[in-house]
């Protein structure tokens, strides 16, 4: 059974920092390639950061420099270290898988993962 569980969100304020796991069962985290995305309410939901299953990554211009992820095979599990926390990275973010690799890491859309987690709540205030 495909699973994913986010964990390590939280309340914060400006310029905090929270770190945001992922842990994965019933599949090989080493590969696939893994994402983060985010959604606030009213809005779509969009990628945040990716790795693949050579290791690697790609962020959206609004997280780079302040976000990091990562994944730990032995663990199989992902994380985003998220430092210089913004109002504006206030979301629901949620760990994602894509078995289609090459397709998921050029377009990195939402609906080319087919994998995702429940996700976890970042708020982060002024």
């Known amino acids: 059974q495909v699973q994913l569980v986010e964990s390590g969100g939280g309340s914060v304020q400006a310029g905090g920092s929270l770190r945001l796991s992922c842990a994965a069962s019933?599949?090989?985290?080493?590969?696939?390639?893994m994402a983060w995305f985010r959604q606030a309410p009213g809005t779509e939901r969009d990628g945040v950061a990716f790795?693949?299953?050579?290791?690697?990554?790609n962020y959206a211009d609004s997280v780079k420099g302040r976000f990091t992820i990562s994944k730990d095979n032995a663990k199989n599990s992902l994380y985003l270290q998220m430092n210089s926390l913004k109002p504006e990275d206030t979301a629901m973010y949620y760990c994602?898988?894509?078995?289609?690799?090459?397709?998921?890491?050029?377009?990195?859309?939402?609906?080319?993962?087919?994998?995702w987690g429940q996700g976890t709540q970042v708020t982060v205030s002024s």
């Open positions: 790795i693949n299953s050579d290791d690697r990554t």
């Open positions: 994602a898988a894509a078995s289609s690799r090459v397709v998921a890491w050029v377009l990195r859309r939402a609906a080319d993962f087919g994998y």
């Open positions: 019933g599949f090989t985290v080493s590969s696939y390639c």
